[in-house]
Structures are given as C-alpha cells and as structure tokens.
Nanobody
C-alpha cells in the first residue's frame, strides 16, 4: 500500500515562496510517477506538475511554468515542489499523488484518472 504525506503549506504574501514536501512509502516497482495537484474553492482539481521515476521527466502546467520546480530525493523517498513568485490565484489545497503507470513527460502531464494513491493535502494561501 502506497502512503503519501504532504507538508509545507501555509500563508504567504504575493511574491513569496513555499516548499512543499511529499514523503512516500510502500512502492513496489520502479517506473512510477509522482504528481502535484491543486484544488481551489469552487474549482476542479488540476494537475500542476509531475516527475517520472523512470527517466526523471518533468511537466509543469503553463500557469506555474518558470515559477515552480519539482524535484526528488530518492534517499528520503521524498518529492518536493518549490513554489516561487506566488500569486493569489495559486491559493488552493495542494495534493501529491502516485501513478503506477508512471506517465509523465513535458507533454503528458498528470491526469486524475491515472493517479492511484493520494495524500491528505496541504493548504496554500497567498495574500495580495
């Protein structure tokens, strides 16, 4: 059973930074993907970024490209999302998730239907 725990959310002013962490355990194969999703009040959950364990490929949604960076530390089984130049529209609950099929590339971003396990989420609030 895959277990995911997010941390690092909080309240920050516009232009500030936060670093989210996703601690993972229980993986049973090598070629998987970890995605970051977010859901703002009244909106659908959307894919923000992902990283493939197979080849290290990454994806960023256009709305965060150039501001967010995804990375991993295999020794700690942890994936990070560094968020810089935050905007009020980034306010949402952020979730990390695991995809067994492991599809993630520059053009194939995280899709809800391909992610199998989810963390509980961490709140990010950006004030104007």
């Amino acid at each position: 059973e895959v277990q995911l725990v997010e941390s690092g959310g909080g309240l920050v002013q516009a232009g500030g930074s936060l670093r989210l962490s996703c601690a993972a355990s229980g993986f049973t194969h090598d070629d998987y993907a970890i995605g970051w999703f977010r859901q703002a009040p009244g909106k659908e959950r959307e894919g923000v970024s992902c990283i493939s364990s197979g080849d290290g490929s990454t994806y960023y949604a256009e709305s965060v490209k150039g501001r967010f960076t995804i990375s991993s530390d295999s020794g700690k089984n942890t994936v990070y999302l560094q968020m810089n130049s935050l905007k009020p529209e980034d306010t949402a609950v952020y979730y990390c998730a695991y995809s067994w099929v492991g599809i993630c590339s520059a053009v194939h971003g995280p899709k809800l239907e391909t992610y199998d396990s989810w963390g509980q989420g961490t709140q990010v609030t950006v004030s104007s």
